[in-house]
């Protein structure tokens, strides 16, 4: 069955270092794999997606996440952290086996400090 | 640029009524969906909705549970006899075709408060 792990719950940064949110996920087949991002407020927003293309893959916002198979990960990362990026993020797991469902991580927090 | 529009924002009602939640897809997509979130728990996968019909559902979907596209716009999901543990985020969304099947645009939520 599919699962994804956070491994962090909450992640704190100051602004202009980087980010890095932890992901790993379980799949039996070869999966598409997501970050979306919750304002608070506001609706599930699609950051980034890979979907057995490039492994290394661009997002919104100067997100990026690289796909390790070797490893079962998927983190997403950003070099600069802005205020602005302070929410909640999930990481979501999806293939064959799982249908159109999208299987979601328990979330990280990100706080961003000035 | 188009979204997906959920009303009402939180809606609270006593255990046992009817509730109706509606949404708004994107108007040229064809897959819907309805999630929720429990509150400190994951988001769930209830339901997917094609062709005027459930496509897939999921085990928290039962009898309790049913959607609708009412007209060419409305996506609706109805409790029938809510209970507390109903009480959560429900989310709505949408996706454009097959192709793209997984790049699911999602709602702002409805939070649905059971007393």
């Known amino acids: 069955a599919q699962s994804v792990t956070q491994l962090d719950s909450h992640v704190s940064v100051s602004e202009g270092t980087p980010v890095l949110l932890r992901c790993n996920y379980s799949?039996?087949?070869?999966?598409?794999l997501f970050w979306y991002v919750q304002h608070p407020n506001k609706g599930l927003q699609l950051l980034l997606k890979?979907?057995?293309?490039?492994?290394l893959v661009k997002g919104i916002n100067g997100f990026e996440a690289e796909f390790k198979k070797s490893e079962t990960s998927f983190h997403l990362t950003k070099p600069s952290a802005h205020m602005s990026d302070a929410a909640e993020y999930f990481c979501?797991?999806?293939?064959?086996?799982?249908?159109?469902?999208?299987?979601f991580g328990k979330g990280t927090t990100l706080s961003v400090s000035s | 640029e188009p979204e997906v529009t959920q009303t009402p924002s939180h809606q609270v009602t006593q255990m046992g009524q009817e509730v109706i939640l509606r949404c708004v897809p994107i108007s040229n997509h064809l897959y819907f969906y309805w999630y929720r979130q429990i509150l400190g728990q994951k988001v769930e996968f209830l339901v997917s909705?094609?062709?005027?019909?459930?496509?897939?559902k999921s085990e928290i979907f039962d009898d309790q549970f049913s959607v609708e596209r009412p007209d060419g716009s409305n996506f609706t999901l109805k409790i029938r006899s809510t209970k507390l543990e109903d009480s959560a985020m429900y989310f709505c969304?949408?996706?454009?075709?097959?192709?793209?099947?997984?790049?699911?645009?999602f709602g702002p939520g409805t939070r649905l408060t059971v007393t």
């Open positions: 969304a949408s996706s454009k075709d097959r192709e793209e099947v997984y790049e699911q645009y």
């Open positions: 890979y979907t057995s293309a490039a492994t």
């Open positions: 909705f094609y062709n005027n019909e459930i496509s897939e």
């Open positions: 979501v797991v999806s293939d064959r086996q799982a249908g159109t469902a999208l299987i």
């Open positions: 799949s039996s087949y070869s999966p598409s």
